[in-house]
């Protein structure tokens, strides 16, 4: 379907105040959003438009009742200047489970691509070609009646903003085992990239930092045993050459850069188990000289290595230096995104010039 989307670009590109060598994550937006309101039956007013503030009411259901859900995807650029997406039609079928967990109405995976290839194409000099950075794309939906009282909204914003963005994490991670609070129970929204999921993180990982800590190591809900995942992060450890990472049990999110190492590592013959992973195995493995990396994945950091992870006051210590899988992940997955290497898992969605003209 290509919907009716409305194209008003702004006459005063702010390009040029940004120093592409020095992005800071999260606060440098493109010139032009993608905006849609849910009228309670359709998704209507499609517009890419130059980026504006949007005035809310306070009453605004989202505020009050959590109504509110995101994604975080990227875009690169080619050598020959073509803007590339890497998977997004994952990224708005998992907006769309997000959305139905929240009570909230899908927005269709079509209009969802029409409208961000042309966002990109808009927006496509916005797009840093250094090598780790990329242009990060923000989906957000949020509820939007006016209205106080415990039920689900009726109307919706749908926006998509961009942000061009260096390396994410550039030094490695330590991590913290927490033992008192959770993320996610089983039946609860941890699969949905829910607003509150983050709201919720944010006092145990302030301790955490307390501490000397960079983030939380989420355990499981029921027994604080089996290890979840970490900030905006899925979690792998190379225990003994055996990649592992926890099965997706539903409480924890399901990352796209998860399943494209599990992938690339499967090509290459590594193995991969995907399982229930107590923090006793790991700790184990690390006593017996056989944990030999662990490594966050999500789409920000792309692979971000962990070189301590606090457990029972002790720390386990480890070398990212000697690391073998990650920086291959990492390199092949930024090839493969830069559009270097051949696409061989179709993960590559590019955005030609026709985006503009149907
Ligand atoms: C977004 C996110 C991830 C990573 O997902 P990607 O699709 O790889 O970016 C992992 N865990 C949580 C809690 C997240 O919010």
Excluded at 153 to 162: H, P
Excluded at 174 to 203: F, H, I, P, Q
Excluded at 333 to 349: E, Q, S, T, V
């Amino acid at each position: 379907m290509t919907a009716d989307i409305k194209i008003r670009k702004t006459t005063q590109s702010r390009l040029s105040e940004v120093d592409f060598n020095n992005i800071p994550f999260g606060r440098i937006f493109a010139d032009h959003m993608f905006v849609a309101d849910f009228d309670g039956s359709n998704w209507t007013n499609m517009e890419i438009c130059p980026l504006h503030k949007i005035p809310l009411h306070p009453a605004t259901m989202a505020w009050h009742y959590g109504q509110a859900i995101f994604e975080g995807m990227k875009a690169s650029i080619d050598e020959q200047g073509n803007p590339l997406l890497f998977r997004p039609e994952m990224h708005a079928n998992r907006l769309n489970i997000s959305a139905t967990r929240m009570c909230m109405p899908e927005f269709p995976v079509d209009v969802f691509m029409d409208a961000l290839s042309k966002l990109v194409y808009i927006d496509k000099k916005w797009i840093p070609t250094h090598e780790e950075s990329a242009l990060y794309i923000r989906p957000v939906m949020m509820a939007t009646d006016e209205f106080v009282g415990v039920r689900s909204s009726d109307t919706f914003k749908f926006m998509i903003m961009t942000l061009p963005s260096g390396p994410y994490y550039s030094k490695p991670v330590s991590l913290l085992v927490e033992e008192k609070y959770v993320r996610a129970c089983d039946g609860g929204v941890g699969e949905a990239k829910a607003a509150g999921n983050y709201g919720a993180s944010l006092y145990p990982t302030l301790l955490a930092k307390k501490k000397g800590y960079d983030q939380v190591m989420w355990m499981d809900a029921r027994e604080f045993k089996y290890v979840q995942e970490v900030g905006t992060m899925n979690i792998f450890f190379v225990i003994d050459g055996v990649a592992v990472t926890p099965n997706l049990s539903g409480t924890i999110l399901k990352g796209v850069t998860r399943d494209s190492l599990i992938t690339l590592l499967r090509d290459k013959g590594i193995p991969v188990e995907e399982r229930p992973l107590s923090i006793e195995e790991i700790h184990e493995a690390y006593q017996a000289g056989k944990l030999q990396e662990v490594f966050g994945a999500g789409t920000a950091a792309v692979v971000a290595n962990v070189n301590r992870i606090g457990y029972k006051g002790q720390d386990m210590i480890l070398n990212p230096d000697e690391y073998k899988l990650s920086p291959m992940l990492k390199t092949e997955i930024n090839g493969i995104r830069k559009g270097r290497l051949a696409d061989k898992y179709n993960w590559i969605h590019p955005v030609g010039v026709g985006v503009l003209t149907d």
